[in-house]
Nanobody, 125 residues
Framework: VQLLESGGGVVQAGDSLILSCASS????????VAWFRQAPGKEREFVAV???????SYTDSVKGRFTISRDNAKRTVYVQMNSLKPEDTAVYYC????????????????????WGQGTQVTVSS
């Protein structure tokens, strides 16, 4: 499975961006897909996840500002990022894993089997 992120860029505080994650996986509809981010000198951290059933979960710092969604026909997951802050600056990675219907919501880096190369998001103040 290959994951390809796109949509990153340089924006000002308060602006919006939409990141996309396109998957080559043939069983994409059964995958949980998450976004993580890594700022310079920091560990990779969970941002948001969408399950195969469409349930979502977010880290507290992005709740109310970010929205994750999926289009199974396009094998793509999106994250709409609004009201961006300088502390959102990081490389954003998407990750996926196959799941069963009763699976828990996975939020750890080690939970995911496939990773994209990342896309840089820079928010200036």
């Amino acid at each position: 499975v290959q994951l390809l992120e796109s949509g990153g860029g340089v924006v000002q505080a308060g602006d919006s961006l939409i990141l996309s994650c396109a998957s080559s996986g043939r069983t994409f509809s059964r995958d949980a897909v998450a976004w993580f981010r890594q700022a310079p000198g920091k560990e990779r951290e969970f941002v948001a996840v969408i399950t195969r059933a469409g349930s979502t979960s977010y880290t507290d710092s992005v709740k109310g500002r970010f929205t994750i969604s999926r289009d199974n026909a396009k094998r793509t997951v999106y994250v709409q990022m609004n009201s961006l802050k300088p502390e959102d600056t990081a490389v954003y990675y998407c990750a996926s894993r196959d799941t069963i219907l009763s699976a828990p919501i996975y939020t750890r880096v080690s939970d995911y089997h496939y990773w994209g190369q990342g896309t840089q998001v820079t928010v200036s103040s």
